[in-house]
């Protein structure tokens, strides 16, 4: 049984989620329920998560799934004539409501170093994450890493963006990649084949495009989204 304050909560998110998609801010709940801080609504919503009412979704920074209604939302007279004469309940006979996943949200990946968009340098591993709005994302596992250079302006990729990359190795002609050559040193460039060689192409008329052995060069990423921060 939940509490007064618990119910409020549980059908305030799951009107949120129903109409928009996105979990309300604990600023949001903690207007909604006239809580005076939002350690009140830390409490109610671990509660609720330890009572299997709701769950957070790993890896965001503020996403809520609404996983069991609460029975109090079932009118008293509702619930008596559906369950006279033997009928079912009207809470048994009803298909639970959609909810939708949160589609606007964070989510945090790794943040692996710099790496070059100009000669290759070092791509250093990290510890770090970045938040990373959900909607740049696709499928598949992804990682973020910092450009350093200018060889890709003409792709739209400036220094100090952060480059989004879907982990992968393998990729297509034409198609911009984080390319690992000889075993050290990372780089962003346009990957394409040509007579039996690996050639890195730059979108910079300043650079030159860069020939490998095929043995030389490994596909680690597909570029799959920027992030770039405005100071």
């Known amino acids: 049984m939940l509490t007064r304050k618990q119910h409020e ?9 129903e109409k ?14 006239d809580l005076k801080s939002k350690s009140g609504v830390h409490r ?66 790794p943040l692996h170093g710099r790496i070059a968009a100009g ?22 596992e992804h990682y973020a890493l910092e450009v350093s250079g200018d060889s890709m302006v003409e792709a739209g990729i400036l220094d100090g963006d952060y480059a989004l990359v879907r982990r992968t190795d393998t990729a297509r002609d034409g198609e911009i990649v984080v390319a ?3 075993g050290e040193e990372a780089t962003l460039k346009y990957l394409r084949r040509e007579r039996g060689m690996v050639r890195l192409d730059p979108a910079n008329a300043a650079y030159d495009p860069q020939f490998y052995q095929p ?9 799959a989204g920027l992030l770039r921060r405005y100071h």
């Open 9 to 17: 909560l549980l059908t305030f998110i799951q009107t949120r989620l």
């Open 20 to 33: 928009s998609g996105i979990s309300p801010s604990f600023e949001e709940m903690k207007e909604a329920l």
């Open 44 to 109: 109610l919503i671990s509660a609720l998560e330890e009572r299997g009412f709701i769950r957070r979704l790993p890896n965001r920074a503020r996403a809520l799934e609404v996983i069991r209604e609460s029975d109090l939302g079932t009118p008293k007279a509702e619930q008596r004539a559906a369950t006279t004469a033997g009928a079912p309940s009207l809470t048994a006979m009803r298909s639970p409501a959609p909810v939708r996943t949160p589609a606007n949200d964070v989510i945090e990946i």
């Open 119 to 140: 000669v290759p340098i070092e791509a250093m591993e990290g510890t770090s994450m970045l938040p990373v709005p959900a909607a740049l994302l696709g499928s598949g």
């Open 180 to 182: 690992l050559v000889r």
């Open 215 to 223: 043995h030389e060069v490994q596909v680690q990423g597909k570029l």
